[in-house]
RNA sequence: GGAGAGGUGGCAGAGUGGUCUAAUGCGCGGGUUUGCUAAACCCGUGAGCCUGUAACUGGGCUCCGCAGGUUCGAAUCCUGUCCUCUCCGCCA
C-alpha cells in the first residue's frame, strides 16, 4: 500500500501511474472519501474527548441528582459518538477496497509499457547460445525418453498440472537446491526451510489475493491458510508487525518452500511440460532494507541471479520489466530469461523485485533507529535463486546431446553423483 | 483431539469497575560523584493516528492477544476467537 497522506497529496502522481500500469483506479473519489474521513475523525475524537471528561466528573459528582443528570449527558455522547463512528467506518471499508488496488509507485528507469512486450532486454549471460547438429528436443521428450518425470501419474493422483519427478531429476532437484544455498550462504544469506500454508492476513500483507475468482492461490476449507505461491509470502510475513532495531538491517534470508499456483486462467498457450504447473519447489531470496539501501540491494540480488545461471552455464538474457507488467507491490523488477531450446526462445526462470515499502506497509513491518522518535517502515526485496521446475527445463534442453544424453552441469554433478544421463536401456 | 493454566510496555511482573496519567524491578539513555572502570545516587525512558503555531514549547484520540457486548466509565465483568505453556492421547 501507499501512504494515504502520500496519494493525497501527490494525486497527478499517483493517477498517471496507475495509467502507466494498466490499474483502473479512483484516485479522485479516494482523495474526496479520505478528506471526509479525517473530517469525521476529527469529530469522533472530539466526541470522546469530552465524554472522557463526563465519565470522570460522575466519580467526583456531589449528589445523586447531579450524578444521574451527568449520566444522561454522557449517555447523549456516547450515542452521538457511534454514529459518526458507523458512518467513519463505512467510509473507511470503501477508502480501503480503493486503496488495495492502487500499485506502488514504479522506479523512474523502469520501461513505460502495457504489457511484457515493452520489457527491455538489459543484459546477457556469459553463456553463448548453444549450437545443436541435430533437432534439440523439449524436456517433456527428454524427460520421458530418460524416464526422469513422469506427467501421467502426476495427473491421475492430483490432475493435470502435477507431476512426479523420478531417478535422476530427483537428484537434479537436490543438487539445484544445494548449489543455490551454497551461493547464497556465501553471501551472506540465511537458509530457511519455511511453512507451505501462511494465513491469509499474511498473503495479503505481501499482494496476494486469497481468494476470488481470478485468485492464484489455493486456499484450505474452513481455516484461514492458504497453500503458498512463494516463499517470499512467508519470508516477508516473519516480520509482519515487528518493529526491528535499524542495525540488525540489512536481513538477507533464502528460503525453501513448495510453491502452488492455480494458474486461474492461464491454461492453453504454456501448458505443456514444468513451465507452468501447479506445485514446484523454489529457493527464493528475501531482504529487509533501510530505505535507502533498497536499490543497491536489487543489484545484488539480480547480479546473484546470473551469477546462479553463469554458474550453471545456462544462457539468458536479463529484461526490466515495464510498467504495465509489473505485480502491485513492485516498483521496479528483473526477470532472468533462460534459454530453452525446446521452444526456441527464452523464458523467464526467475525474477527479482523492489517492493519498497509497499508491502510492508501492508505487513506492518517497521524499523527503529535507536535514539530516535518513532519508527519507519523497511523495505522488502524478493529475488528467485532457483524455481526448480523451470531450472530443470533449461538444464536438460541445453545440456542435451546427440546421443540422447544429458550432461549434468559440473557445479551440479557432486550430488547427483555422475557427469551424464543417460537413456534407460 | 481432551483437560488445565495463561496472554499487560524492550524484558520480568503487579494490577478484580472511576485516583491507571498502568506500580515495582531489570534493561536502555542522560547526568552527578570519581585516577580509569565499576558501584552508588539523580533524572528520563512505548507505539500508532489526528491536530496546532510564522517557528519552538504544544493539544487530543486510540492501544493491556484479537473481535464483539454490558456500563456514563473496562486491563478489570460477559461472549466469541486466536495464540502460548503444562499434562494426556495420537504420531514422523
Not at 230 to 242: D, K, M, R, S, V
Amino acid at each position: 500500500m501507499l501512504d494515504r497522506k502520500f496519494i493525497v497529496e501527490n494525486a497527478e502522481l499517483v493517477k498517471q501511474n496507475c495509467r502507466n500500469r494498466g490499474v483502473a483506479a479512483d484516485i479522485d473519489r479516494f482523495v474526496a472519501l479520505e478528506n471526509e474521513r479525517r473530517l469525521l475523525q476529527v469529530e469522533v475524537e472530539e466526541l470522546n474527548r469530552k465524554a472522557n471528561e463526563v465519565s470522570k466528573s460522575i466519580g467526583k459528582a456531589k449528589d445523586a441528582g447531579e450524578r444521574e443528570a451527568r449520566k444522561e449527558e454522557g449517555r447523549m455522547l456516547r450515542e452521538r459518538t457511534n454514529e459518526v463512528r458507523t458512518k467513519l467506518d463505512e467510509l473507511a471499508a470503501e477508502l480501503d477496497g480503493i486503496h488495495r488496488s492502487i500499485p506502488n509507485l514504479s522506479h523512474p528507469d523502469a520501461p513505460v509499457g502495457e504489457d511484457d512486450k515493452s520489457n527491455l532486454e538489459v543484459a546477457r549471460g556469459k553463456t553463448p547460445l548453444p549450437k545443436f547438429d541435430f533437432e534439440p528436443l523439449d524436456h517433456v521428450a527428454l524427460g520421458e525418453r530418460l524416464d526422469l518425470i513422469d506427467f501421467e501419474g502426476g495427473a491421475r493422483v492430483a490432475g493435470h498440472g502435477f507431476y512426479f519427478l523420478k531417478n535422476e531429476a530427483v537428484l537434479l532437484e537436490l543438487a539445484l537446491q544445494r548449489y543455490a544455498l551454497g551461493v547464497l550462504m556465501a553471501e551472506g544469506f540465511t537458509p530457511m526451510t519455511t511453512p507451505d500454508l501462511a494465513t491469509n492476513e499474511v498473503l495479503e500483507g505481501t499482494g496476494y489475493i486469497p481468494r476470488g475468482p481470478e485468485t492464484q492461490i489455493y486456499s484450505i476449507e474452513n481455516q484461514n491458510l492458504s497453500l503458498v505461491a512463494t516463499a517470499e509470502i512467508t519470508l516477508g510475513g516473519l516480520l509482519a508487525g515487528q518493529t526491528v532495531d535499524a542495525d540488525a538491517l540489512p536481513l538477507k534470508l533464502c528460503g525453501i518452500s513448495h510453491c502452488f499456483r492455480t494458474e486461474a486462467g492461464a491454461h492453453g498457450k504454456e501448458s505443456r511440460g514444468l513451465f507452468r504447473v501447479h506445485q514446484f519447489t523454489k529457493v527464493e531470496m528475501f531482504a529487509f532494507t533501510l530505505p535507502d539501501d533498497s536499490e543497491a540491494m536489487l543489484g545484488h540480488l539480480r547480479d546473484l541471479e546470473c551469477r546462479l545461471f553463469d554458474g550453471l552455464e545456462i544462457p539468458y538474457r536479463v529484461v526490466d520489466t515495464a510498467t504495465g507488467d509489473l505485480g502491485g507491490p513492485a516498483y521496479r523488477k528483473f526477470d532472468l530469461e533462460a534459454w530453452l531450446p525446446g521452444r526456441g526462445g527464452f523464458g523467464e526462470v526467475t525474477s527479482t523485485s523492489n517492493c519498497t515499502d509497499y508491502q510492508a506497509r501492508r505487513l506492518n513491518a517497521r524499523f527503529k533507529v535507536k535514539g530516535e522518535k518513532g519508527t519507519r517502515f523497511v523495505h522488502t526485496l524478493n529475488g528467485t535463486a532457483v524455481a526448480i521446475s523451470r531450472a530443470l527445463i533449461a538444464v536438460l534442453e541445453n545440456y542435451q546431446q546427440a546421443d540422447g544424453s544429458v550432461v549434468v552441469p559440473e557445479v551440479l554433478q557432486a550430488v547427483v553423483g555422475k557427469e551424464r544421463i543417460e537413456p534407460r536401456s
